[in-house]
């Protein structure tokens, strides 16, 4: 479904490129975490993915065909780069996912209506329609993004942190979200911190600082050497039954 070839992009002025020389493929239905430290380069390569990143080289195509074309592609970004002082409703957000499908000047319709209408139930945010997207809490902001990406009708979703800083009962809700798009045939990409959530959850793992360090099933690639070499730090992979936690190591004395 996803295939990407020997992406490589250096912003100006930086001594060393953000990303060299990635390569991987997604199959269809898979849920995919991509998993690195603060700077590796992880939300870079989702907006290259779906277009916002240029220039780069190399090459991305989904169904075998140039990502720059207009597909079944939807993209959450970080909470962080949006301005919540903007005056817009959650309705209106959500219907941000329908315009690609719309094309030029053409007004939404009934069908776009009832997909935004459902998307926000999707979430459990339609009580919300008519806020202005500022005055919601973190939690709630991140299930709106969420329903923007689903009216966009998508079959790969690429999502950036979508469970960071959201409390416990919304991070539940976005995995039970992201299980019902993969029963209904859906691809998820998601880049993610928390290490033993990835392990319980995500088909595959890719490992990311700036180059690929590791690409597989959890268990293939949770391993103390690829995470160590990935964070470049001590971590521990702690099971109990069969849970998987991953933890950073404490910092102990030298014997000398």
């Known amino acids: 479904m996803l295939t990407v070839s020997n ?49 780069w080289t190399g090459d991305v195509r989904i169904f075998g065909a140039p990502a720059d074309r207009r597909l079944p592609i939807a993209y959450v970004p970080q909470a962080e780069t949006v301005d919540w002082s903007f005056p817009v409703r959650v309705y209106d ?23 935004v209408r459902r998307s926000l139930e999707q979430v459990t945010m339609l009580d919300h329609a008519e806020t202005q997207i500022g005055q ?29 800083g959201v409390d416990a009962v919304t991070q539940h809700q976005i995995f039970e979200l992201l299980e019902r798009f993969r029963t209904d045939g859906g691809t998820a990409m998601v880049a993610s911190h928390d290490l033993s959530c990835v392990a319980e ?35 521990l992979l702690l099971r109990v039954g069969e849970r998987t936690f991953v933890v950073e190591a404490a910092e102990t004395a030298s014997d000398a």
Do not use: C, W
């Not at 959500?94 to 009832?114: A, I, K, S, T």
């Not at 939690?139 to 923007?148: D, I, K, M, S, T």
């Open 7 to 55: 992406i490589s992009k250096r912003f100006p002025g930086a001594d060393e490129p953000i990303l060299r020389g990635i390569t991987f493929s997604v199959n269809p239905g898979e849920r995919v975490a991509l998993v690195g430290p603060n700077g590796s380069g992880k939300s870079t390569l989702l907006k290259v993915i779906v277009g916002l990143q240029k220039p």
């Open 93 to 115: 957000v959500v219907m941000m996912g329908r315009y690609p499908r719309l094309g030029f000047l053409r007004r939404p319709g009934p069908r776009d209506h009832q997909i």
């Open 201 to 235: 959850r995500f088909d595959h793992v890719q490992l990311l600082n700036r180059r690929v360090m590791g690409y597989g099933t959890p268990d293939e690639v949770l391993t103390q050497e690829l995470l160590n070499a990935t964070f470049q730090s001590h971590l």
């Open 136 to 164: 919601l809490s973190g939690g709630q902001r991140q299930r709106v993004f969420l329903a923007r990406a689903l009216a966009q009708e998508p079959e790969i979703m690429l999502l950036d942190e979508p469970v960071s």
